[in-house]
């Protein structure tokens, strides 16, 4: 009985040495010096807006990444525009975020060059981008389906597109709101739809992962692989959720629109890095366009916007049968 309580006596000692002790390991990397990031999605629906900062090592925890004193330049078809004003932005959680922006409005086509030099960086850096054409869609409709056993009430959402001559990338959202408190800020639910159609794999890896990771984004990402020089497509998305929803108002929406090439990738490379999917493969790199440095400058066109009242699809919602 002593010999078994000095061993249990031993292990606890062992144990409580080990936790307190404390392992320095020596980093025998190559420490990498800063390169300096520029990041521009342009739009006919807004001012240009840049953000400039630097990369910073992964061992330089609280580095500064901003940079506050840069030269930040707008080209539009190889002709000088403005320089972009710096802008401090505050978040209402008290963040503080640096960006450059200007007063220009660009317009579908016109060949965009954004590019940026500082004291850190006196090298210009600079990326372009040409703006893509509005996408040309027919009526975004939604039909109910059936009503389960379980309560689910499914249905169905679609939209004509037509893709032009040429490579094409898109960039559709479609979601349905549940409004459970109008009078409140944060008064109501926004659910992203399915996104089933055979189109939408052309932007998807297929893999194991998307069952359990992201078999129902927010948003789907696609090109005109699948769909190349048909006139008119109708892509189809599903819906469903509880009929206890019934009793709200529900309002379905869709945006879509045309990226550039480099957007498209941008997005893409980073849809897969966030998916995990660079585990069984080479580590995916994040998609850059930037001459001198990182980053990205690309482009989207106006979006097309669409809603649906859910009253013209399942008649008045009843009320709420508790309070919020």
């Not at 078994?4 to 020596?26: D, K, N, P």
């Not at 807006?49 to 004193?69: E, K, M, W």
């Not at 500082?118 to 109910?144: H, K, L, M, Q």
């Not at 189109?199 to 696609?222: E, K, V």
């Amino acid at each position: 009985m002593k010999k078994i309580i000095r061993q249990i006596a031993m292990l606890v000692a062992t144990v409580a040495v080990a936790m307190g002790c404390e392992t320095e390991v020596e980093f025998r990397g190559e420490d990498m010096a800063s390169l300096p990031v520029l990041y521009s999605v342009v739009s006919p629906e807004e001012p240009v807006r840049a953000y400039y900062s630097q990369s910073v090592f992964i061992l330089d925890n609280g580095t500064p990444t901003d940079i506050a004193n840069g030269t930040v330049e707008l080209h539009i078809n190889g002709t000088f525009r403005e320089r972009l004003k710096m802008v401090e932005e505050r978040s209402e959680y008290g963040n503080s975020r640096l960006y450059y922006q200007g007063e220009t409005m660009v317009s579908p086509l016109d060949r965009v060059m954004v590019r940026a030099c500082s004291p850190r960086f006196p090298e210009w850096v600079s990326g372009t981008t040409v703006v893509p054409e509005a996408i040309s869609v027919g009526e975004f409709e939604v039909a109910r389906g059936n009503t389960s056993e379980e309560g689910r009430v499914a249905g169905k959402a679609t939209l004509p597109i037509s893709d032009p001559e040429g490579e094409n990338y898109y960039w559709l959202e479609s979601t349905f709101y549940v409004t459970r408190d109008p009078s409140h800020p944060y008064g109501g639910y926004s659910y992203p739809m399915n996104y089933t159609d055979v189109a939408f794999s052309s932007g998807r890896t297929n893999d194991i992962l998307m069952d359990y990771i992201n078999d129902s984004p927010d948003f789907a990402l696609f090109d005109d692989s699948l769909i190349e020089g048909v006139e008119e497509y109708t892509l189809s998305m599903e819906w469903d959720f509880g009929e206890y929803y019934l009793q709200y108002p529900v309002t379905f929406n869709m945006k879509c629109c045309q990226l550039d090439e480099n957007l498209f990738k941008y997005y893409r490379s980073v849809e897969l890095v966030q998916n995990g999917l660079e585990m069984f493969g080479e580590p995916v790199q994040i998609h850059t366009n930037i001459e001198g440095g990182l980053g990205l400058v690309g482009s989207r066109s106006v979006c097309a916007v669409a809603e649906v009242d859910g009253a013209t699809i399942f008649g008045e919602p009843t009320g709420p049968s508790e309070e919020w």
